[in-house]
């Protein structure tokens, strides 16, 4: 058992062996990936969804197991609950936040490629599509739409009726449709996009990079006033590939980005003097990249010294 009460576990879910595990903490960390799962997807932070997860077991172990029909259930129904109070505190923490907010990326184990919907799910460009949604349409539609749980149980969870429970999830689905990327996508498609990115940082040549940029391309950088980043989007091919050129990162500094899995697909870890510096996601639309989110705040690259594996 860890400090703060809950079993000695890391973001992946490890645990000494060490002693018998008694019951409801074996049905916590039997679960556990799963209960990050949905409070990362609800919080788009490791950090908050690592939190929520300690509330989560100080909750469960409080629980009469004898009345607990179906563990999964009653551990998604707590968890959920903790991430929608979390998400009031996150909520007042992003209207005070300087320069654009990103979700926290994750290093995601290579299993979960293979999960398609699990990976567009928890994709930096899903997740703030997921931000335009009230805390509880958010709610309603990762527990309904990635995790395929009963409206009825789902209403238990949210405090509504499973009726306000399918208007909600109806709601949700069509402001997501708007917003989501067209079209399918293959993480090739998504490779070749980022290669094309890793070569304009690394050597300066953007040509490659030109010819991947959609009209429209949005630039997204993530600093939260820790560390330098663009004070607002940058929109348009001509407008991003300039900044490029003058210099994203440091010019004084030896420059690498590494191909990598972020939230479950491609993504660039990079690195200034050997040093990580940041992560580099894009949304690709058609086979050109329309979104580029650069997440620099170094409170948010604290989950990328180790693979998390997330699951649904």
Same mark, same amino acid.
């Given at each position: 058992?860890?400090?703060?009460?809950?079993?000695?576990?890391?973001?992946?879910?490890?645990? =000494? !062996?060490?002693?018998?595990?008694?019951?409801?903490?074996?049905?916590?960390?039997?679960?556990?990936?799963?209960?990050?799962?949905? %409070?990362?997807?609800?919080?788009?932070?490791? %950090?908050?969804?690592?939190?929520?997860?300690?509330?989560?077991?100080?909750?469960?172990?409080?629980? =009469?197991?004898?009345?607990?029909?179906?563990?999964? %259930?009653?551990?998604?129904?707590?968890?959920?609950?903790?991430? @929608?109070?979390?998400?009031?505190?996150?909520?007042?923490?992003?209207?005070?936040?300087?320069?654009?907010?990103?979700?926290?990326?994750?290093?995601?184990?290579?299993?979960?490629?293979e999960d398609v919907e699990l990976a567009?799910?928890?994709?930096?460009?899903?997740? @703030?599509?997921?931000?335009?949604l009230s805390p509880v349409e958010r709610?309603?539609?990762?527990?309904?739409?990635?995790?395929?749980?009963?409206? =009825?149980?789902?209403?238990?969870?949210?405090?509504?009726?499973?009726?306000?429970?399918?208007?909600?999830?109806?709601?949700?689905?069509?402001?997501?449709?708007?917003?989501?990327?067209?079209?399918?996508?293959?993480?090739?498609?998504?490779?070749?996009?980022?290669?094309?990115?890793? !070569?304009?940082?690394?050597?300066?040549?953007?040509?490659?990079?030109?010819?991947?940029?959609?009209?429209?391309?949005?630039? @997204?950088?993530?600093?939260?006033?820790?560390?330098?980043?663009?004070?607002?989007?940058?929109?348009?091919?001509?407008?991003? /590939?300039?900044?490029?050129? /003058?210099?994203?990162?440091?010019?004084?500094?030896?420059?690498?980005?590494?191909?990598?899995?972020?939230?479950?697909?491609?993504?660039?870890?990079?690195?200034?003097?050997?040093?990580?510096?940041?992560?580099?996601?894009? !949304?690709?639309?058609?086979?050109?990249?329309?979104?580029?989110?650069?997440?620099?705040?170094?409170?948010? @690259?604290?989950?990328?010294?180790?693979?998390?594996?997330?699951?649904?």
């Open positions: 058992m860890n400090e703060r009460g809950g079993p000695t576990t890391g973001a992946a879910g490890r645990v =000494d !062996r060490g002693q018998p595990l008694d019951p409801a903490t074996g049905a916590f960390l039997a679960h556990r990936n799963l209960l990050f799962t949905v %409070a990362y997807e609800m919080l788009g932070s490791a %950090a908050d969804a690592e939190d929520v997860l300690q509330e989560t077991w100080l909750r469960w172990v409080g629980v =009469d197991q004898a009345t607990v029909r179906e563990q999964r %259930a009653y551990l998604v129904r707590i968890v959920t609950r903790k991430a @929608l109070d979390r998400m009031r505190t996150l909520g007042r923490r992003k209207e005070s936040y300087v320069g654009p907010w990103l979700p926290e990326p994750l290093l995601t184990t290579p299993d979960v490629a567009d799910s928890i994709s930096l460009a899903m997740l @703030l599509v997921l931000e335009t709610a309603v539609f990762v527990l309904r739409e990635v995790f395929d749980v009963r409206y =009825d149980e789902i209403a238990e969870a949210v405090g509504k009726t499973p009726a306000a429970v399918r208007q909600l999830a109806y709601r949700a689905r069509g402001r997501v449709a708007e917003r989501r990327p067209r079209g399918t996508v293959t993480p090739a498609q998504i490779r070749a996009a980022l290669l094309a990115f890793q !070569r304009a940082v690394e050597t300066g040549e953007l040509q490659s990079l030109l010819d991947i940029l959609a009209p429209n391309v949005v630039a @997204l950088s993530d600093g939260g006033g820790v560390t330098r980043a663009l004070p607002r989007p940058v929109v348009g091919a001509d407008q991003v /590939a300039r900044l490029l050129a /003058a210099g994203w990162w440091r010019r004084d500094a030896e420059r690498s980005a590494e191909l990598v899995r972020i939230n479950g697909g491609p993504g660039l870890l990079v690195r200034l003097d050997g040093e990580v510096d940041g992560v580099v996601a894009v !949304r690709v639309e058609n086979g050109l990249i329309t979104g580029a989110y650069h997440v620099r705040n170094p409170e948010k @690259l604290s989950h990328l010294s180790q693979e998390i594996a997330v699951t649904r």
